[in-house]
T-cell receptor, first 116, second 114 residues
Framework: AQSVAQPEDQVNVAEGNPLTVKCTYSVSGNPYLFWYVQYPNRGLQFLLK??????LVKGSYGFEAEFNKSQTSFHLKKPSALVSDSALYFC??????????????FGKGTHLIIQP | NAGVTQTPKFQVLKTGQSMTLQCAQD?????MYWYRQDPGMGLRLIYYSASEGTTDKGEVPNGYNVSRLNKREFSLRLESAAPSQTSVYFCASSDLTGGGDEQYFGPGTRLTVT
C-alpha cells in the first residue's frame, strides 16, 4: 500500500523568508508525486508534479519541489514567502502499477502560515 | 470552461435519509474521482471511474454508491446517511494518458448528517 507523511501540522514563516513544507512517501516502484494547495472553503489547486527526469520541479506561484529518491522525499519550497501563500498544502502520490487509473493517496496536509 | 462543477454546495441530512451528489466536468477527461475530506485526515478516495462505464472502489467505499452516467458526469449516492458521513466531498477528474496527469478538483460539497 502507498502512503504519504507530512510530519508538520503547521509551518510558520516570516514574509520574505524561504519556506519548506516536508513530505515523505512510500510506494512500490517509482512514484508520481504531486503538491496541491487549498484555500479556505475552496477545492484543491494543482501546484506541481514529479513524473521523471530532473529532480527539481518548478510549479505555479514560484513554488518548487525536490524529489529525493534515496530519502523518499518530495519537499515543497519557495525562496521568498508571501502572506498570500498562507493556505493548506497537500502532498500526494500515485504508484505506477495498476494502469495508473486509481486515485491519489494524500498526506494529512500542512497549514502554512506566513506572518507579515 | 467551468472545469469541475459540483451540486449542491451545502446539504444537511437526517440520519437515514438518502441523497445524490452531482459532479460534471467539461474538460473531456476520461477519469473521475470522489474523495472525502475530514479534519486532520487529508483526502481519502471513495470511488473512481477510469473511463465511461467503469467504476472501482477506493479506500473508503462503504455506505456509498456511484454512477458514471456518461463521460461528463459522475454521481455519488448515500443510500442511508449516517453521522460518520459528515464531511466535505470533492469530485475530481483527470485525463490520465499516462498516470502522471494531475487531477482537477471541484469546489466541494459540505455535508452534515444529524
Amino acid at each position: 500500500a502507498q502512503s504519504v507523511a507530512q510530519p508538520e501540522d503547521q509551518v510558520n514563516v516570516a514574509e520574505g523568508n524561504p519556506l519548506t513544507v516536508k513530505c515523505t512517501y512510500s510506494v512500490s516502484g517509482n512514484p508520481y508525486l504531486f503538491w496541491y494547495v487549498q484555500y479556505p472553503n475552496r477545492g484543491l489547486q494543482f501546484l506541481l508534479k514529479y513524473i521523471t527526469g530532473d529532480n527539481l520541479v518548478k510549479g505555479s506561484y514560484g513554488f518548487e519541489a525536490e524529489f529525493n529518491k534515496s530519502q523518499t522525499s518530495f519537499h515543497l519550497k519557495k525562496p521568498s514567502a508571501l502572506v498570500s501563500d498562507s493556505a493548506l498544502y497537500f502532498c500526494a502520490v500515485r504508484g505506477r502499477s495498476g494502469g495508473g487509473a486509481d486515485g491519489l493517496t494524500f498526506g494529512k496536509g500542512t497549514h502554512l502560515i506566513i506572518q507579515p | 470552461n467551468a472545469g469541475v462543477t459540483q451540486t449542491p454546495k451545502f446539504q444537511v441530512l437526517k440520519t437515514g435519509q438518502s441523497m445524490t451528489l452531482q459532479c460534471a466536468q467539461d474538460m473531456n477527461h476520461n477519469s473521475m474521482y470522489w474523495y472525502r475530506q475530514d479534519p486532520g485526515m487529508g483526502l481519502r478516495l471513495i470511488y473512481y471511474s477510469a473511463s465511461e462505464g467503469t467504476t472501482d472502489k477506493g479506500e473508503v467505499p462503504n455506505g456509498y454508491n456511484v454512477s458514471r452516467l456518461n463521460k461528463r458526469e459522475f454521481s455519488l449516492r448515500l443510500e442511508s446517511a449516517a453521522p460518520s458521513q459528515t464531511s466535505v466531498y470533492f469530485c475530481a477528474s483527470s485525463d490520465l494518458t499516462g498516470g502522471g496527469d494531475e487531477q482537477y478538483f471541484g469546489p466541494g460539497t459540505r455535508l452534515t448528517v444529524t
